[in-house]
């Protein structure tokens, strides 16, 4: 039996939730297995499924050491089921059950708004995988290579941590869902993926560490709030995903500093002073930093539609439920139940943006939006940073939350990156000053020439500070005749 802690590896499925005790639970994920690898193999990684790839696999949930390093085939990859140690006693932390024990099984009058919450969480983990197929052929390092497939294994391990739950809690309706996952995909026109965002392209390299870098962030703030539930098995399964989803955004902005740094370098080698004379620096085979702006503009925005509404009646009934708190809900000092309380939210009102105080459960979608905005302000702080140290002036910049967006109160609104609302004559005259245009795309795809000698990266992106697992420059991260 599994401590809780470590995982028991000898079955065909790793975990530490007892699942040789749970014949049924066991019997249902085996059935489920086949369909997975099969999907892994025609919608995962293409062309490197027989490579041997280093990667991290999760062997327990201990924080002071879950992961060990080996080379791997990805189909051969240890997908396991684990929970974040149980808290003794825990309570349920906010809503109308504020403080009643944490549910260790669905109640009933919950039962369809816990599902559909498993299967949005769940579809947007395979459905990333499927954006990131294409990316290895392009990869402008080994190292950058196996980053990809990490992410991509552990995305995949977030879909087994999803279909767990609804296999052992919610019966046939949930052996069903887990099939249903396995069956859209990201940008079908007639099963696509559920949310927006996951069914957009990730076509080069800077897209993928703009994706990690914002779209992962949502999955740091949704699986946050989701970490809060008072259904207990949720509440555990999110906290050891959260482990896994920091290395994602490490990708992204680590990914993303790399690319400024390279391009300063090239612009200060070359002698430019201004990095907006963008056929200069293009010259020298770098990406231009209002490239790179304008692919910030892009990803924020799309991310900022994973919030649903800012006004969501949908988000109120889960709190007020218990299901789905807020981020950080412990270190609010509040009453945890909202039921007086306002929130602040920006509205379009006669064509103009204003702020208004709405009841505050119903702006919990707002609410985790705006934390989502001040924690991506971090890696912007950061990337302003590299810019500023390399002696130029320009400095990037969140677009607007009105920007570009597709659902919620500024849904086809046309505003420019600072709130500006426009004309639409206006706005197919500036958009493509604010997002990528085709020009912008057709360049960024002819930089992405792979590379895939040990060592060695691309023209437009700087090595890395640090190996992975504390390996040398040279490390073979990927052996691709495997
Ligand atoms: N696209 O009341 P509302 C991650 C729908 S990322 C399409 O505002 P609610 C990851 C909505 O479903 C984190 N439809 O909705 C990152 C509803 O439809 P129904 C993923 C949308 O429920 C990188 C209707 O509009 N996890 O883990 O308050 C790589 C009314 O909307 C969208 C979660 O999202 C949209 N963008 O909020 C890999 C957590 N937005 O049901 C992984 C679980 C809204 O009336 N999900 N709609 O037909 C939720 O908590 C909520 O469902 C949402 C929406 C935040 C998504």
């Known amino acids: 039996m599994p401590d809780g802690l470590n995982v028991d590896y000898d079955g065909l499925i790793p975990n530490n939730v007892g699942l040789n005790e749970d014949l049924r639970v066991r019997r249902a994920l085996e059935t489920w297995h086949p369909g997975y690898i099969d999907w892994w193999k025609g919608m995962g990684p293409e062309g490197f499924q027989d490579a041997l790839v280093y990667l991290r696999t999760a062997i327990s949930v201990d924080p002071e050491g879950w992961a060990k390093f080996g080379f791997v085939r990805m189909p051969e990859y240890k997908w396991g089921i684990l929970l974040a140690p149980a808290v003794e006693g825990r309570t349920i932390p906010f809503g109308a059950h504020k403080g009643e024990p944490a549910w260790q099984d669905v109640p009933g009058e919950y039962r369809s708004m816990l599902r559909r919450l498993l299967v949005i969480q769940g579809d947007t983990e395979p459905a990333s995988v499927e954006q990131q197929r294409h990316l ?53 026109q007639d099963t696509p993926r559920m949310l927006g965002a996951f069914n957009e392209a990730t076509p080069d390299w800077l897209s993928f560490f703009m994706f990690t870098t914002f779209t992962d962030r949502d999955g740091k703030m949704q699986l946050g709030a989701l970490a809060q539930s008072g259904f207990d098995p949720l509440s555990r399964t999110c906290r050891f995903m959260l482990t896994e989803e920091a290395h994602h955004m490490f990708v992204g902005e680590s990914g993303v500093a790399r690319v400024i740094e390279r391009t300063c370098q090239a612009m200060r080698d070359a002698g430019i002073t201004d990095p907006t004379d963008v056929e200069r620096v293009r010259a020298l085979g770098v990406v231009d930093l209002p490239l790179v702006q304008k692919k910030i503009n892009l990803h924020f925005s799309l991310t900022l539609d994973l919030f649903g509404n800012e006004i969501s009646t949908n988000a109120a009934n889960s709190f007020n439920a ?124 002819g930089l992405m020439q792979p590379v895939r000698e040990p060592g060695e990266y691309a023209g437009w992106i700087a090595p890395p500070k640090w190996g992975v697992d504390g390996k040398p420059g040279g490390f073979e991260y990927v052996r691709i005749e495997g």
Request: hydrophobic share 40%.
């Open 136 to 188: 290895g052929r392009t990869a402008p390092s080994l190292y950058d290579l196996r980053n990809l497939f990490q992410v991509n294994v552990e995305e995949g391990r977030h879909l087994w941590a999803m279909v767990y739950l609804l296999q052992k809690y919610f019966g046939r309706d949930g052996r069903e869902e887990a099939e249903a996952l396995l069956q859209r995909r990201s940008g079908h």
């Open 322 to 445: 218990g299901v789905k708190g807020r981020y950080r809900e412990e270190q609010i000092e509040d009453d945890h139940l909202l039921r007086d309380a306002t929130y602040p939210v920006l509205r379009l009102r006669d064509g103009a943006i204003v702020e208004e105080q709405v009841p505050a459960l119903s702006a919990l979608n707002m609410r985790l939006r705006d934390d989502f905005v001040a924690d991506a302000s971090g890696g912007l702080r950061k990337w302003n940073a590299l810019i500023a140290r390399a002696g130029f002036e320009y400095r990037l910049a969140l677009p607007h939350v009105a920007f570009n967006r597709r659902i919620g109160e500024f849904a086809g609104l046309h505003a420019d990156i600072d709130g500006r609302v426009l004309g639409d004559g206006e706005w197919g005259g500036a958009k493509d000053g604010f997002l990528p245009s085709l020009d912008d795309n057709l360049y960024l795809t």
